[in-house]
């Protein structure tokens, strides 16, 4: 792809391809999203299904999206033809490209003594930095950041955090005034986490690491039994299976993902834990875990790595040397997955590709 922003061509999902919300619209619902733009920006044929889809602002947090879901919410909570409703709500606050904003990140870390502000603006040059240390297919993306320097950026990252969560504490508060919060099933999730020179990288997308990987996913049910912690891995794609078996409509056909209600309940379900990143064709990375164990491949350069995320959370210790079975045995895994989606691994190799600036 051209690396200029005005000559980029953006993939849409294709029309034939049933969205969530399409499927719950079909189903009686009314849909509503109130987003940060940038990647789930309608253009990309995420806002299908919605009668309403705020994504006017890029990197926007929830100081801009709550206060437009809150008001329609209070709109349309009591109308006949929305009584069962859809409402995605979303932001980037902890995001690089979001900034603080009830207080700068040095009065938030008061602290540090350091040269660095905090500042979206900065956090950008580092995390380019970062990646431009990519010279080969293969490398690791490396930065400079003293570790002073990383813990201020990580309390920054706190600090952003805590700010992100008052939000969504308003945003809940109203649930309750409106009497929803007691009738509507609510999901909770990220869709990646951050690193902070855990792998000598900054931001994320550069690794498949368990910074990456680990990510908040809660579900709250009207009536439910009390809070419980699954601690089998389980996958952000379970998150809408999981929603239409607790709300008794039929299952999505032809998705990867299932519901989680049968786990919740005890029972075993086979759940293949896989990821990939292409970050901005930075990088070209596809990981699978079995157990306690991941292989992480990298297509450019057939670098396999394996860790044992139970005793290795930090993965600082590669196993494929050591334990070269499991390492293949997961890789098959890998291959296998890719060649299901009709991709072939080998077409990645060595290759090197202009990197998309945007985003």
């Excluded at 919410?73 to 409402?87: C, G, M, Q, T, V």
Aim: proline letters at 6%; aromatic letters at 8%.
């Amino acid at each position: 792809p051209n690396t200029n922003q005005d000559d980029l061509v953006f993939a849409r999902l294709a029309d034939d391809i049933p969205t969530f919300s399409e499927k719950m619209v079909g189903a009686g619902f009314n849909a509503a999203a109130f987003t940060g733009g940038a990647g789930v920006s309608g253009k990309f044929g995420y806002n299908r299904g919605f009668s309403t889809y705020l994504d006017d602002k890029v990197f926007a947090g929830m100081d801009y999206s709550g206060p437009a879901a809150e008001a329609w919410l209070r709109e349309n909570h009591a109308k006949p033809d929305a009584a069962h409703f859809l409402l995605f709500f979303h932001g980037y606050d902890v995001h690089g490209q979001h900034p603080l904003i009830d207080q700068t990140p040095r009065a938030a870390v008061p602290t540090y003594t350091g040269k660095m502000d905090g500042s979206i603006e900065e956090q950008a040059k580092l995390r380019e930095a970062g990646l431009a240390e990519i010279k080969n297919p293969g490398d690791p993306a490396n930065g400079d950041i003293s570790p002073e320097d990383t813990a201020f950026l990580l309390a920054v990252y706190d600090a952003k955090v805590k700010e992100a969560d008052a939000r969504l504490g308003k945003f809940v508060a109203t649930l309750k005034e409106l009497g929803l919060y007691d009738t509507s099933i609510i999901v909770l999730l990220a869709d990646h986490g951050e690193e902070f020179m855990e792998h000598d990288y900054l931001d994320h997308g550069a690794t498949l690491c368990q910074h990456q990987l680990h990510v908040p996913l809660s579900f709250r049910f009207p009536n439910g039994e009390g809070a419980q912690v699954i601690k089998t891995p389980v996958r952000t794609i379970d998150a809408s299976p999981t929603v239409f078996d607790a709300l008794g409509l039929p299952p999505i056909a032809d998705v990867d993902g299932k519901s989680l209600i049968p786990l919740i309940r005890g029972e075993k379900v086979d759940l293949p834990i896989r990821a990939e990143s292409d970050y901005r064709l930075f990088v070209r990375l596809r990981a699978a875990r079995v157990g306690d164990k991941k292989v992480i491949l990298d297509l450019q350069d057939g670098q396999k790595t394996l860790f044992d995320v139970a005793a290795d959370p930090q993965e600082s210790n590669d196993l494929s040397v050591a334990d070269p079975k499991t390492t293949y045995e997961i890789e098959q895994d890998v291959r296998a997955w890719m060649s299901a989606m009709k991709v072939d691994p080998a077409q990645y190799l060595g290759k090197r590709e202009e990197t998309i600036k945007i985003f």
